[in-house]
């Protein structure tokens, strides 16, 4: 393919993706479960996992998405394997991005799918464990002049802000020098995509 965008390593991952949860494998013995995304928006991910004092020993995923969700998440389930929840729970989509040799700028936002749904999963493990909430992603800084994180805007997604003026309403943000608007709304993009609401 003359137009393909993507590396060498992002073709791999896409034509054959590892982990993937197969048809026949209904009964794939798993201790967490974590599903993320909207089927209406074109992008769903189920990701499931066999956990074994708390390092993840197998992981099977599913998703309806493009190259870079399938490529992304197939880097994913090779990377959290015979690790630790904790070092799991926080990788972030930039790690699987440079893991991958980078894909086009449109495309990143398809990579926040299967860290989403690994988190999920996660979750999901320390709640039947007896452990709900013993893990929190770590928030980060968006708005410098107001300390507005990525987890506000999130927020204020979920309470229904669409807009960027809805968001300011919301959490004030970009209202002193405003130059967080330009990722304050990437990050409103990634959540619709993520979310489809």
């Known amino acids: 393919m003359s137009d393909w965008l993507y590396s060498d390593t992002v073709k791999d991952h896409f ?3 590892r982990n993937v949860l197969m048809v026949d494998e209904k009964e794939f013995p798993a201790d967490a479960r974590g599903q993320t995304g909207n089927i209406k928006c074109g992008d769903q991910m189920l990701m499931l996992l066999k956990i074994k004092d708390d390092i993840i020993v197998d992981v099977r995923w599913k998703t309806y998405g493009c190259a870079s969700a399938i490529a992304s998440t197939s880097m994913l389930s090779e990377t959290i394997k015979g690790m630790d929840i904790k070092d799991a729970y926080n990788i972030k989509p930039e790690d699987l991005v440079k893991a991958l ?18 988190r999920t999963a996660i979750d999901d493990y320390l709640a039947k464990t007896g452990r709900a909430g ?15 994180t990525d987890k506000d805007i999130e927020n204020a997604f979920h309470n229904g802000a669409r807009t ?3 968001l300011q309403q919301a959490t004030k943000i970009g209202t002193v020098c405003g130059k967080c608007e330009k990722k304050a709304m990437e990050l409103m993009h990634e959540f619709a995509h993520i979310y489809g609401m």
């Open 101 to 118: 040799g980078g894909l086009p700028e449109f495309k990143i936002h398809c990579s926040v799918l299967g860290d989403k749904a690994l």
């Open 15 to 17: 034509m054959n993706p």
């Open 164 to 166: 960027w003026e809805q």
């Open 134 to 148: 013993m893990l929190k992603e770590a928030a980060t800084v968006i708005c410098t002049c107001l300390s507005i």
